[in-house]
Structures are given as structure tokens and as C-alpha cells.
T-cell receptor
Framework: GAVVSQHPSRVICKSGTSVKIECRSLDFQATTMFWYRQFPKQSLMLMATSNEGSKATYEQGVEKDKFLINHASLTLSTLTVTSAHPEDSSFYIC?????????WGYGYTFGSGTRLTVV | GEDVEQSLFLSVREGDSSVINCTYTDSSSTYLYWYKQEPGAGLQLLTYIFSNMDMKQDQRLTVLLNKKDKHLSLRIADTQTGDSAIYFCAGLSGNEKLTFGTGTRLTIIP
């Protein structure tokens, strides 16, 4: 089935620095990828939709300048948390939709997530 | 936007059936999904159902959809310790965005 690889799985950074998270579709092309944020014991909140070759679409309340998204190829999207602060600490998950047409292709495949801790 | 509600917790004895419920407000959802999340991990797609179906069975999993009541359920037969996780229902609407439920933490009692 479709696989989405997300790296790193865990990162600790100092306040004020930037962190880049990568999301790769390994065996399919993803023109659209999604970035979610999950707080402890809560559901997933969509942050932005990443579109290959164009600007990302951000959800209301998400700071575009803080959460930079780049989707330069059909298999890679990156999320950069700029000037990170402790309140940015969270679990970030990406997903991509596989349009291969198989039964599972109607679903979204998720990365394994990145635990970001800002100290 | 759509609201998707789930019970937060469910405890089931090993070997019994687990039933996780989900209610949603947006009747235009074309696909409805069930995802499993283990601690510190991403989401694993368990199963899905088209909005024009009432029931779907896949091995130990049975999904029931009541469109009139906007109610979705996931039944796990013969629940095992490995089924301990958080289960999210999610709906897909025309804008290709998934809306997730609040998640149900399933605990298995030995």
C-alpha cells in the first residue's frame, strides 16, 4: 500500500531557532499533502494544504510566516517552523492522498508524525 | 464547519466486541473513515465506507452507517490487547479536507 515517510520523528530545539520537517510519499505521487497539528489527548487540526508547484493554503488562524510550507516535487513537502517558541511544541503529522484508484487509494495515508519540543 | 463527535473513552474485556460510535453534522461527506492511532505514532487507515453504503465488513471490523441519523460506528470483534489505541472517525467532504472526530481511547481489560 501507499507509504508516507515523515522525518524526523522527534526533535528538540532551542527557542528562536527554526525546524524543518519532511514528508515524502514513497511509492506514489502526491500533488496534494496536508499538515496537521495534534495537541496531547486531542484530535488532529488541519493547519494547511500543500499543493505541488504552488502556494500552500492555510487554515484560518494559522500563521503563514511561522509555518512555512514548500511542496517542490510530487513526492516531497516540507514544513518549517520558524522562530520556534515553547507554545509551538506539539505533534505534527503530514498526510497525502493516493489517487492510484485502488480501494485503499481513496484514503489518506499518514506519516508517523514528528514530536517537536521547543525549550 | 463540520462537527464530528465521539465518546472519549471505551473499556472492553479481551475477547468481547468493541463498538465505537461517531456522530457528524455534514451530510455531504462522500467517504467516512476509521483511523487507529497508537501512542506516539501517526494514523493508520483501518477501513472506510462510501456514503451510499449502510454496512461494510472487513475481517474483524464492521462499519455501520446511518445517514438519516448521521451516525457511524465501528465494531471490532474479538477485541485483543493489540487493539488498544485511539480511534478516530473522519469524514471527507467535497473540498478534499478530512474532518476528524475527537477520538475514542479504547482500553482492553485482560
Amino acid at each position: 500500500g501507499a507509504v508516507v515517510s515523515q522525518h524526523p520523528s522527534r526533535v528538540i530545539c532551542k527557542s528562536g531557532t527554526s525546524v524543518k520537517i519532511e514528508c515524502r510519499s514513497l511509492d506514489f505521487q502526491a500533488t496534494t499533502m496536508f499538515w496537521y497539528r495534534q495537541f496531547p489527548k486531542q484530535s488532529l487540526m488541519l493547519m494547511a494544504t500543500s499543493n505541488e508547484g504552488s502556494k500552500a493554503t492555510y487554515e484560518q488562524g494559522v500563521e503563514k510566516d511561522k509555518f512555512l510550507i514548500n511542496h517542490a516535487s510530487l513526492t516531497l513537502s516540507t514544513l518549517t517552523v520558524t522562530s520556534a517558541h515553547p507554545e509551538d511544541s506539539s505533534f505534527y503529522i503530514c498526510s497525502a492522498r493516493d489517487f492510484q484508484g485502488t480501494a485503499w487509494g481513496y484514503g489518506y495515508t499518514f506519516g508517523s508524525g514528528t514530536r517537536l519540543t521547543v525549550v | 464547519g463540520e462537527d464530528v463527535e465521539q465518546s472519549l473513552f471505551l473499556s472492553v474485556r479481551e475477547g468481547d466486541s468493541s463498538v465505537i460510535n461517531c456522530t457528524y453534522t455534514d451530510s455531504s461527506s462522500t467517504y467516512l473513515y476509521w483511523y487507529k492511532q497508537e501512542p506516539g505514532a501517526g494514523l493508520q487507515l483501518l477501513t472506510y465506507i462510501f456514503s451510499n453504503m449502510d454496512m461494510k465488513q472487513d475481517q474483524r471490523l464492521t462499519v455501520l452507517l446511518n445517514k438519516k441519523d448521521k451516525h457511524l460506528s465501528l465494531r471490532i470483534a474479538d477485541t485483543q490487547t493489540g487493539d488498544s489505541a485511539i480511534y478516530f472517525c473522519a469524514g471527507l467532504s467535497g473540498n478534499e479536507k478530512l474532518t476528524f472526530g475527537t477520538g475514542t481511547r479504547l482500553t482492553i481489560i485482560p
